[in-house]
């Protein structure tokens, strides 16, 4: 499913000297040139959510930054492998972009095979919102604390239940993270989706989550659920009160969901620092920052090198949670 995001035109003139500038084949003209023509964004997801958000909130003002149109791509299914592959085998010219979350790196661990692989075939380009996930219970259950959660999973190991968007989910790792780090036994109860996961938490068939804070914002506010920390290393501007887990009684536990930008690797460098400085100016735009955080989706961005060493080091930690666990898809 495809949409165009228009952007004012450049004009001929500064096409022709854009073009000039290509021809001297030096890496400061190419990234004055690029872009000449509109971007495709593939954005392996159904419409409407985070990482359609995201994409779309961000490269709408990058198309007017740059002066060029971007072509949004929704190419859901199998994960988002679907879509990924798509960007993988496309030209390393700056073209064909990937907007995908933290769960681009899951799946190199939960896919037997994939037909690309995850860190040699792409190239960071920036990240630009983090996913927040909040540990909510529901109001019948009698803690209000992350150590008071702790003290009676203790006391009633294998009784306490956590739902789940599935089998090998972000919020499945999220907690058996939790659950490794403070020597509880939690009882894991999947769902086909954050949708119904929430959905499962609220009726009473679990009485904990790890949840993306977008998806149960509304019911913090209305107190149909109990937040008692958020997941990331530093507190969500959108939960100012919620403290993280670690500060709130689990030193040292974070998991830091993402959504990126990604390139097909070998795309020239200059390309890439002109993608990353635009990504970089559109995240600082308050209107931008504020739609973003509407969503919950706090804005992120960053160098290359930095998205990089986050890919490293969350394809090392998803590797061990997931192994872990057990999950597969086959």
């Not at 306490?160 to 089998?167: D, E, H, K, R, V």
């Not at 954050?194 to 804070?213: C, F, H, M, R, Y």
């Not at 501007?237 to 998991?255: F, K, Q, R």
Request: one cysteine or more; proline letters at 9%.
């Amino acid at each position: 499913m495809k949409s165009v995001i228009p952007a004012v035109p450049a004009t001929l003139g500064t096409l022709g000297s854009l073009l000039a500038c290509v021809l001297a084949g030096q890496p400061a003209a190419i990234a004055q040139a690029f872009p000449s023509k509109p971007l495709r964004v593939v954005v392996p997801w159904p419409p409407g959510g985070a990482n359609d958000i995201a994409g779309r909130t961000v490269m709408l003002r990058v198309a007017e930054q740059v002066g060029q149109p971007v072509v949004i791509d929704n190419r859901g299914g199998a994960g988002g492998t679907i879509g990924t592959d798509q960007v993988a085998k496309s030209p390393a010219d700056g073209y064909t972009l990937l907007v995908q979350s933290v769960t681009h790196v899951a799946n190199a661990h939960l896919y037997q095979k994939l037909p690309y692989d995850t860190l040699r075939d792409f190239a960071p380009v920036a990240l630009l919102t983090a996913q927040t996930a909040v540990l909510v219970v529901h109001p019948l259950l009698p803690v209000r604390s992350v150590k008071e959660f702790v003290a009676l999973a203790r006391a009633r190991p294998d009784q306490l239940m956590y739902s789940t968007a599935g089998n090998g989910s972000i919020p499945h790792l999220s907690m058996a993270l939790f659950g490794s780090m403070t020597s509880t036994k939690l009882v894991h109860v999947p769902y086909k989706g954050g949708g119904p996961q929430v959905v499962g938490l609220l009726g009473g068939e679990a009485q904990a989550s790890l949840a993306t804070i977008a998806s149960v914002i509304a019911h913090i506010k209305t107190g149909r659920l109990r937040p008692l920390g958020v997941a990331s290393g530093r507190r969500s501007p959108t939960l100012p009160d919620v403290p993280t887990i670690a500060e709130a009684g689990v030193p040292g536990y974070e998991l830091s969901p993402w959504i990126g930008l990604l390139a097909p690797a070998a795309t020239p460098r200059a390309v890439i620092d002109r993608l990353n400085a635009e990504v970089n100016r559109a995240l600082k735009q308050p209107d931008v920052a504020s739609t973003l955080s509407a969503q919950a989706l706090d804005p992120w961005g960053g160098t290359p090198e930095e998205f990089g060493a986050r890919l490293k080091a969350d394809f090392t930690q998803y590797g061990k949670l997931i192994a872990m666990t057990g999950a597969r898809v086959e």
